[in-house]
């Protein structure tokens, strides 16, 4: 029966910095891709509401027509009408029924000059309504050709990573499989509790990567040792010495 053989701590630290760098060099593809989604997302959002706004503005322009036809047609009865009444009053026998044709007359000619004012009220409208399709129709136009830039945009950078990304992901998670399971969950918590996704980082200056807190020489010490897993107070980082970073850095930049 074959025996386990043991992981150093140092062959468990430089298996922590390569896994990180492997995930920092993915989290900078990702990065590039990173904004444009939400562009993407915004523009579709925005055109969508400029489309609907068109449609409505159309749909307010085809009300208003129908409205001028249907006066239209109004007008035309309210003359046959007054016509109507004016030949009646012809062959009237009194008075009362000759005031009354002529009120009725009267009444149907207010009717001709109010439908005719509301006609001219919505032709200014279908104007004012003609207007306002016409610019939003422009930015909506202009805002689909900024569509279909981006997206045209977006789809080169995915065809450009999209391997280098599928290799990178196959590389961490092989990389994964050589660290202590508690190691592995200590290591993700980190990253999802950093903004930069820097769980493991260096001593750079007497301080631990992009921090301003010295770290004491004795710990210093104790680190470059590499015999224990060392976590920055500050920060919650694990640390390694420089010379492992550099050292890890050279083997794998070749790859990212």
């Known amino acids: 029966m074959a025996v386990k053989q043991e992981v ?21 593809i990702e990065s590039v891709q990173g ?14 509401g400029l489309s609907t706004r068109v449609e409505k503005l159309n749909q307010d322009v085809v009300n208003f027509q129908t409205e001028i036809a249907n006066r239209k047609i109004s007008i ?17 026998r009194n008075n009362r029924e000759f ?12 009717e ?13 409208k279908i104007e004012h309504k003609n207007e306002v399709i016409a610019k939003t129709t422009e930015k909506l136009n202009a805002q689909q050709t900024h569509l279909d ?23 961490s998670d092989k990389m994964s499989e050589k660290i202590d399971n508690h ?22 200056r007497g301080a631990a990567g992009g921090s301003y807190f010295t770290i004491p020489p004795q710990v210093q010490i104790e680190i470059a040792s590499r015999k224990k897993i060392t976590i920055d107070e500050y920060s919650g980082r694990i640390l390694v010495d420089a010379a492992l970073a550099e050292e890890e850095r050279e083997k794998l930049s070749s790859i990212l």
């Open 35 to 48: 904004e444009l989604p939400l562009e993407i997302e915004d523009l579709e959002s925005e055109i969508s």
């Open 112 to 124: 001709i000059e109010l439908a005719e004012k509301r006609i001219k009220e919505a032709y200014a």
């Open 183 to 204: 190691l592995l969950v200590a290591y993700n918590r980190i990253r999802s509790n950093v903004k930069n996704g820097l769980a493991v980082v260096a001593i750079e």
């Open 8 to 28: 150093s701590v140092e062959d468990k630290l430089r298996a922590l910095y390569n896994l990180q760098l492997i995930d920092s060099r993915i989290d900078e």
């Open 99 to 110: 005031d009354s044709l002529t009120k009725e007359a009267e009444f149907q000619e207010l």
């Open 76 to 92: 035309d009865e309210s003359k046959e009408l007054v016509k109507k009444y004016t030949e009646q009053q012809k062959s009237v």
């Open 149 to 171: 830039h981006k997206k045209s945009e977006l789809d080169e950078i995915l065809k450009e990573t999209e391997n280098d990304q599928n290799k990178l992901k196959a590389l």
